[in-house]
DNA sequence: GTTCCGATTTTCT
DNA sequence: GAAAATCGGAACA
């Protein structure tokens, strides 16, 4: 599951909200497991948010948090093991005139440098809750075409958590300015 | 330039 | 009742 992190980076997010068509590279992910992993959602059982951890492969985990922010996940458990995916940043690609007007800020490299950022700019919520992304549909996961070059990337420890710190699955392509910043300033 | 702190609500103990 | 997979603005150097 820490392998399909890996994977889904350099994939394009893809959201289709009434007629507007977004899209986005994935460029920043974190691996999220389930009892063997004190930081996940789903450490100590399954409850009425985390559910779709424990479902099927594939389909996306919104949730709720600090009072204000939706957060983005694909389900990725394994034999029958909860697990997710949490999609920490993207590249725009497609709507990004609407991205922009959502988020409010104007350079490009703001738009969807953050988990919160990002779903706010795909708009994002819960009702995409437990929806299947590997078919097409208002949200879905697209295999992209990476041009034979490999992305150079690098995994750290994950962010905004208080447990779970010594497990090193964060991971981005290291030379894309669409990565969060905040990454070496969150630490302590 | 970096570091700190408040907002706000869902979910779990 | 307390904590939380965050962000952005304010404060300080």
């Known amino acids: 599951m820490v392998v399909v992190a890996r994977d889904l980076l350099g ?39 985390n559910a779709v951890m424990f479902g099927e492969v594939g389909h996306a985990y919104v949730y709720f948090t600090y009072g204000m922010h939706y957060c983005l996940n694909v389900s990725a458990g394994e034999g029958g093991t909860p697990g997710a995916v949490l999609l920490r940043a993207v590249e725009p690609l497609m709507g990004i005139s609407v991205m922009r007007r959502r988020r409010h800020v104007i350079g490009d490299l703001e738009l969807t440098n953050g988990p919160a950022k990002l779903t706010l700019a795909f708009g994002i919520k819960r009702s995409l809750n437990g929806v ?9 996961i697209a295999d992209a075409e990476v041009k034979g070059n490999r992305p150079d990337i ?20 290291k030379n894309s300015p669409y990565v969060s910043k905040m990454a070496k300033v969150r630490k302590s």
Not at 25 to 38: L, N, T
Not at 132 to 138: A, C, I, L, N, S
């Open 11 to 49: 994939k394009v997010l893809v959201r289709a909200s009434g007629r507007t068509l977004l899209g986005g590279r994935i460029v920043e992910a974190e691996a999220y497991r389930g009892s063997d992993d004190p930081a996940s959602h789903a450490y100590g059982g399954m409850t009425e948010r």
């Open 132 to 140: 299947d992304m590997t078919k097409p549909g208002r949200l879905c």
């Open 154 to 173: 690098e995994a750290t420890a994950r962010i905004g958590i208080t447990r779970g710190l010594d497990k090193q699955w964060r991971f981005f392509v």
